[in-house]
């Protein structure tokens, strides 16, 4: 069987483990947690850089610095992770879900104006499969209305905005923060993990304290303050050491794996090519604003029947494919607090959208093999 993801090994991970253990200090903000930050803030400009567990625990980290409370909105896109969403409500929010673009799961930007009310607090932009969302224009909707923007930039590792005059930014440096993930189906991975970014100077201090369980130790630690105590709310937000140290394996290899994930990515865009010539499928595509990381690869099947089919057959030939995301307004736990409005591309997506397999090991035949298999079991 294909498998549809294979966490890749950069042959390094266990000797910086055998080197953090060594050390002495395995918990976290240590030697190989400060590496890995330093890392993205010297690669891609991010003002500040927090490992965390997990990109969940980012964005509640996010939803804490915003002070979000009972009452307040938040908009985010409908067809996305529960996490992006459950961060909010934990502290209250009443989520305001926007649909999906006909043609891209990422949310339709000029729908988002019209949910805005005295009660917005922020806006959580996806970029999903790490493909940009029009950050001008929400940064422009954000700063009309005096918003905050969170770019959930769990798939958008080492990917770029390009905006009007042709610069590229890199995602997560636009909003007041981000969050990424290094869970083990992301491209750069730690097992569990993710990184809060912290763009808006007002925030940084703040996202410290809440990092480390509400106290002021991270300032301590640089001789700022005599002792450390309890200031505010927080939790345990930080990785130990031993996940930080897998971490610096797969940073230390970026190039590789990005580029291994790219190659894959153009290989099933091209091997593909006849079928949406036909008509038979959709596959996924990079609009002109963005750049491709490669997180993942879609099609779009048309129909719910047919994407079942598709699978079951897949399935048969030995590839696994599986989709995600079922639309977040009509899940079980939130349609009771939807405001009833249709999100039909969303609920389009969640029916019709099929990942196939992209890990860095995953051999040319067996990429031969999805491709050619997809082939035979559509009707020409
Ligand atoms: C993977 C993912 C998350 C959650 O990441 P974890 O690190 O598993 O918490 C959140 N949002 C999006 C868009 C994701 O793809």
Not at 40 to 66: P, V
Not at 174 to 190: C, E, P, R, V, Y
């Amino acid at each position: 069987m294909i498998p549809f993801n294979k966490p890749f090994k950069t042959g390094k991970e266990l000797e910086y483990i055998a080197d953090a253990i060594a050390s002495g200090k395995i918990s976290g903000n240590g030697k190989y947690t400060k590496l890995c930050q330093t890392f993205f803030e010297e690669k891609y400009g991010f003002k500040k850089c927090l490992l965390t567990n997990s990109c969940t625990d980012a964005l509640e980290m996010a939803a804490i610095l915003l002070n979000i409370e009972p009452g307040d909105e938040v908009i985010m896109p409908s067809y996305t992770f529960v996490s992006t969403a459950n961060a909010f409500v934990l502290r209250g929010a009443k989520i305001r879900f926007v649909d999906s673009l006909p043609d891209h799961p990422a949310m339709d930007v000029s729908l988002i104006e019209e949910l805005i009310t005295p009660r917005t607090k922020a806006i959580v932009v996806v970029h999903y499969a790490g493909v940009a969302c029009k950050m001008d224009q929400i940064m422009e909707i954000a700063d009309r209305h005096q918003l905050f923007v969170v770019e959930d930039a769990a798939q958008a590792i080492d990917n770029y905005f390009i905006d009007s005059n042709g610069q590229k930014k890199a995602l997560g440096s636009i909003g007041h923060m981000a969050t990424f993930s290094f869970h083990d189906t992301k491209n750069i991975i730690s097992g569990e993990g993710g990184m809060l970014v912290v763009s808006d100077p007002d925030l940084l201090d703040r996202a410290e304290i809440i990092w480390e369980k509400g106290t002021n130790r991270t300032a301590f630690f640089r001789g700022e303050v005599a002792k450390y105590s309890w200031v505010d709310i927080g939790s345990s937000f930080l990785p130990s050491e031993i996940t930080a140290a897998f971490l610096w394996a797969q940073l230390e290899h970026m190039d590789h794996i990005q580029q291994t994930r790219i190659n894959i990515w153009e290989k099933y865009k091209e091997g593909l090519k006849l079928l949406v010539q036909t008509g038979q499928i959709k596959t996924c595509s990079i609009p002109d604003y963005s750049t491709n990381n490669a997180h993942l690869f879609y099609i779009d099947c048309f129909t719910l029947e047919r994407r079942d089919h598709i699978i079951k057959e897949l399935k048969s030939r030995g590839v696994w494919a599986v989709f995600h995301y079922l639309s977040l307004h009509s899940s079980e736990f939130y349609t009771s607090c939807h405001d009833g409005r249709i999100l039909g591309n969303s609920d389009h997506f969640s029916n019709c959208l099929l990942r196939l397999p992209l890990f860095v090991d995953l051999e040319k035949e067996d990429q031969d093999l999805v491709i050619d298999s997809l082939i035979s079991i559509l009707p020409k």
